[in-house]
């Protein structure tokens, strides 16, 4: 039985950790976290934020996920939004999911994330 989302992995390519960690940190807010020894050999980066991990690995195949992304659920989705702009990052709103807020972004190798917050 599934009981919760330990993490989400996404990938990146090689030598990116430093725009991922302006990024995830910067932007996001997230804390980096360190990575157990064996894995930290094979570089990438680790984040989390309230419980939420998210992890970038490096691919050197890689190919950004423009179509398949995260879920965020986020508070105060227009002060995130205007965290994100404010550091320069993409936010592009998206009305098609009824209950909801939401905007997307992509982080500085490509990949789609998708942040949203319930309506009240």
Known sequence: MLTAVDHVQLAAPPGSEDWLRAYYAGVLGMTEIP???PLAARGGCWFEADGVQ????????FRPATKAHPGLRVRDISAYAARF???????TWDDNLPGHRRFYS????????????PDA
């Open 54 to 61: 998210l992890h970038l690995g490096i691919d050197p195949d």
């Open 85 to 91: 702009a404010a550091r320069g990052a993409q936010v």
């Open 35 to 37: 990575k157990p020894p």
């Open 106 to 117: 992509t982080d500085p190798v490509g990949n789609r994330l998708e942040f949203l917050e």
